[in-house]
């Protein structure tokens, strides 16, 4: 930068012309783009950055590039770069700004959005995981907001929806960042329409088994807490609707069985607080002590799983095995 100011000082078009033409072809387009979207986010010598980018984007233009060259260029909702989604974002924008002014054919950002991501899955990853437990897109937001109103305006029921995002193909996409897109519009189609709410809740239940093993083991894999954090109040209320009593709820999250031994305190978690929300809703509360003794059989067969050792040794909770053991009058094992 010194080097062109002193070549020509003057002539600040010329000097970023050489700059711009220099780093282009000593680094590429892709690296120069690189530098410029962490430069915006570092608010490093704005002044300077945003004459560079906009040569830069003038060069790209005149070389015949289209916004959706140029979302490629930015490596727009790719993991690695998925932190600066707002820079990204606001680099096409200008891009498509100018080529607006320069093009009879205008487009639109999230047209441009779509057509880079290829299908509207790949959209609500990037928008979930801008947005999700690390980070806080406001441009995510607002390309959020436009998704689920383009859905509410084509009155896709939520079903439909979880069929364009692909969240019936495994239970990775099920838990991923694509779950608070969702769930937001799920919220959206109960206030508008709560006459569905019952098929929508027989969609969850359908799904429910894959659900509930993802979630159990959530908390043991490496999945963000934020995403099990929106699935599982669905998830409980989903039963609680479908009129699954504390025992069927037992048995789905196969509690204490031997190829689901390690997420022993998971599966007691989840059956806790599905007791809390039953004792709302019915007369005749219940307790967990009570069911996990009903759910094996006997208070022996109980005492006897929670007596193994990997019981003890592979869950770090073990108040609910201690409890039991005091109440069965067994001497209570140590770590």
């Not at 070389?63 to 140029?70: H, L, N, T």
């Not at 979302?71 to 600066?84: P, Q, V």
């Not at 998704?147 to 439909?160: A, D, H, I, K």
């Not at 005749?284 to 193994?308: H, I, N, P, Y």
Request: glycine letters at 6%; proline letters at 2%; charged letters at 25%.
């Amino acid at each position: 930068m010194r080097y062109t100011a002193r070549y020509n000082p003057k002539n600040w078009k010329r000097q970023f012309s050489l700059l711009k033409m220099f780093l282009t072809s000593r680094f590429g387009v892709e690296a120069v783009m690189g530098a410029l979207v962490q430069a915006r986010e570092i608010n490093f010598s704005m002044k300077g950055v945003n004459k560079l980018e906009k040569h830069v984007l003038k060069s790209l233009l005149a070389g015949g590039k289209s916004a959706d060259d140029v979302f490629k260029l930015l490596k727009l909702g790719e993991l690695e770069s998925i932190e600066f989604f707002d820079e990204q974002v606001e680099i096409l924008e200008n891009f498509i700004k100018l080529f607006n002014k320069k093009k009879s054919q205008r487009v639109g950002l999230f047209t441009v959005m779509k057509s880079g991501f290829g299908n509207e899955a790949k959209l609500a990853w990037a928008i979930g995981r801008a947005t999700g437990y690390e980070y806080r897109s406001k441009k995510a937001l607002v390309l959020e907001t436009i998704l689920l109103e383009e859905w509410r305006t084509m009155n896709l029921m939520p079903e439909g929806v979880m069929r364009r995002l692909a969240m019936t193909e495994n239970v990775q996409d099920m838990t991923g960042p694509k779950l608070q897109v969702f769930v937001k519009y799920l919220a959206m189609f109960m206030g508008k329409d709560a006459a569905h709410e019952v098929s929508v809740l027989e969609m969850f239940t359908a799904l429910f088994e894959a659900v509930v093993s993802a979630v159990k083991k959530a908390r043991t894999v490496d999945l963000p807490n934020a995403y099990v954090n929106e699935l599982e109040p669905q998830l409980l209320e989903t039963w609680l609707a479908a009129g699954k009593s504390v025992d069927d709820v037992f048995k789905v999250l196969k509690v204490g069985e031997s190829d689901s031994i390690n997420f022993f305190d998971q599966q007691v978690r989840l059956l806790e607080k599905y007791i809390k929300i039953y004792n709302k809703k019915k007369v005749l509360r219940v307790d967990l002590l009570t069911v996990m003794t009903s759910g094996f059989g006997s208070e022996d067969k109980l005492v006897s799983m929670l007596a193994q050792e990997t019981c003890y040794l592979r869950n770090g909770n073990l108040r609910i095995c201690r409890q039991i053991m005091s109440r069965a009058g067994h001497e209570r094992p140590k770590r």
